[in-house]
Structure formats: C-alpha cells, structure tokens
C-alpha cells in the first residue's frame, strides 16, 4: 500500500502492513497535512553514482528509487541527504564515535564515517546486505579520511536486547518517525543508545507530515527525559536546505 501526500510517497511498513496502513489513512482524512515547501526533491535528483559528494569526496550508494515499490529503508529520503550536508558544515567528526538508528541505505551515517567519524550504522536486519554493499562502496573514501563504518541490526522494539556498552558520541537518524507508532519505540531507543555517554547527542533530522508527528512527537521526547533544541536555519547547507525540513539536537538530562 502506498499513499502520495504533497509529493510524498509513504510506503507504509510496520508491524502489521494492514493495520498501519489503515491507522495511516484515518489519520490522513482526520489531521491537518503539512504542506511542503515548493522545491525538488533532492532524492528524486540524485542517483548517488558519483553526483553527491561529502567534503568533496562522492558518496556512493546502492539504493532504490523514492516511488519504488517496497521496503522504505532500500531508498533514500531528503531528509538523510540534509543532515549529511548539515554534518559537513558544522561539526568536526575526526575520530568520534556515532551511532545511526534507522540507517536506511546509510546516506547520512556514510557521510559522518566520511568525515572521519567511527560509524556503526543500524537497521533491521532485512537493510543488512544493501547496508555493507554501501559501506564497500566507500570504503576506500571512509578510510582515506580515518573514518570507519560498520552494521549492527536493532530493532527499537526489542531495545531492550541492545548489550552495547560503547558510550556514542552522538546518535543520528533522519526521518526515522514517518508515522506516530514509532514515536515511543525511537525515542527509547535514542534514550538507551544515549546512556552509556552523558555527553551524547541526538541529531535528528526531522519532516513534519502530520499533526502527530509534532507536538505529541516531542511530548514523547521530553517524558523520556531528553531537553531538546532546534538548529538555526542558518546552519544548514545553502544548497541543501527545506523549510520542512528541521535538525534537532536532543540532550538527556542529567
């Protein structure tokens, strides 16, 4: 089941493709639909064979078209593709440890390995074998720049299943929440990743598609203790920049 909203293609996949299938369409005839900024899509202008690059180093990716048919995490989102450039403008990632939930085809971890970060990108097992295809196809790049990228399957729902003790410099994840049911399993999975550090960040590239992934989204934030600040948009890449589109630094509390 797919659904265009705004330009938008939702493949939905969860749990049950029935069952969220049908929340996502009560949703949709009963909340206000956020509306994009008229642009392009990055995603659907970039095909990662050498035209995308990071620090002047071309990303490469194997990934799906963004109206393909199938399993969402096999293509790649504007999201993803903002907060790779975002990383690239604004942080020194030399030799940082980084974990990415919800990696996807790896567009946004890829890019902090190759910036010089230590990467360990996660996903459902289903992405393993597309996910260490793309880390292959960069790593030369990854490690010509001292970085590292690695896969690790975690499921938010079995997160209490997640043994790591390695403290995270920072989380990443890019428009990881598509639908509310995800709200409580991601941020508790952020919350868990982020213990093993007080220092942890979250950066979180974020696309508001409906009502409930505002407001209550970040109630679910702050009760699982996290503070949370919006990046200015003078922060962003010139080129790679949406108004509806937002990165989000989260912070547990102490």
Not at 160 to 175: G, I, K, M, N
């Amino acid at each position: 089941y797919q659904r265009r909203v705004h330009g938008d293609i939702l493949s939905v996949y969860f749990f049950s493709n029935f069952i969220v299938s049908l929340q996502f369409k009560i949703i949709m005839s009963t909340s206000t639909v956020h509306q994009s900024t008229m642009r392009g899509s990055y995603a659907l202008d970039i095909v990662f064979d050498g035209d995308f690059s990071v620090d002047h180093c071309p990303l490469l990716l194997d990934c799906k078209h963004p109206t393909a048919k199938g399993e969402t995490g096999e293509r790649v989102w504007d999201c993803g593709i903002v907060l790779a450039k975002w990383l690239e403008v604004n942080l020194n990632l030399q030799g940082l440890k980084i974990l990415e939930l919800g990696c996807g085809t790896g567009v946004a971890g890829l890019a902090a390995a190759m910036l010089g970060a230590h990467v360990t990108l996660t996903d459902q097992a289903i992405l393993k074998e597309r996910v260490e295809g793309n880390i292959e196809r960069n790593h030369a790049a990854i490690t010509s720049r001292g970085g590292m990228a690695e896969f690790a399957e975690l499921d938010w729902r079995k997160i209490s299943e997640w043994t790591s003790s390695e403290p995270y410099d920072y989380v990443l994840a890019s428009d990881c929440v598509w639908h509310h049911s995800f709200n409580e399993p991601f941020v508790k999975a952020a919350a868990r990743v982020c213990s093993n550090n007080a220092q942890c960040r979250v950066l979180l590239s974020h696309k508001i598609r409906y009502d409930q992934l505002g407001d209550p989204f970040f109630a679910v934030i702050a009760a699982n203790g996290f503070a949370f600040e919006k990046k200015s948009r003078d922060s962003f890449h010139p080129q790679f920049s949406a108004e509806d589109i937002d990165v989000w630094e989260l912070t547990l509390k102490s």
